[in-house]
């Protein structure tokens, strides 16, 4: 009869579907795994956007493993001059960099939904990160400040996670791909 539902939020129900509580609440949202102990039914790990949580009382409280290095990329790229500096937009945590390759030194660079980077192949501190909807931050100070940059693609219908790249002979010229592409 205990059934749990896993989505934006996760709900148990104790009587075979017929009610709904919430639990995971003091974790982050957008589930997308559980495991249940089969051994004690009460201990519950929840994996979701922002990592993965654990639960000794089904849920209606938890932690979150803080030492566990995890993130959902939606979209990853190398510095062209340093093949160990990774930029990578998350699903919900921002665009992260790692500037050694590490495993352990990510460091948010941009906010939102982080999609696609781009770095400069002529100069690292020129970096482009994207948010929601095609919403494009332009660095010239290597992630430290942004300017937001945008054309007459903004009242275009943009995906979610919007494609943009940079031409591989002229790095000054952009591609955005919408219903259409821009230049």
Known sequence: ?????????????????A??????????VDFHALWINPANPSHLISGHDGGVNISINR???????????????????ADPSNPRSLYGGTQDNSTLRTIQGDVDDWDVIYYGDGFY???DPRDSDIIYAEYQYGNIGKSYDGGRSWVVISGDYDNDRTNWNTPFAMDPFNPEVLYLGTYRVWK
């Open 117 to 119: 980077c781009l770095v």
């Open 19 to 28: 009610s709904w509580s919430r639990v995971f609440s003091d974790s982050h």
């Open 59 to 77: 849920g209606e409280s938890s932690s979150r493993f803080i030492n566990l290095p995890v993130s959902q990329f939606y979209a990853i790229t």
């Open 1 to 17: 009869d205990i059934v749990y539902v896993l989505g934006v939020h996760m709900f148990r129900s104790e009587n075979a579907g």
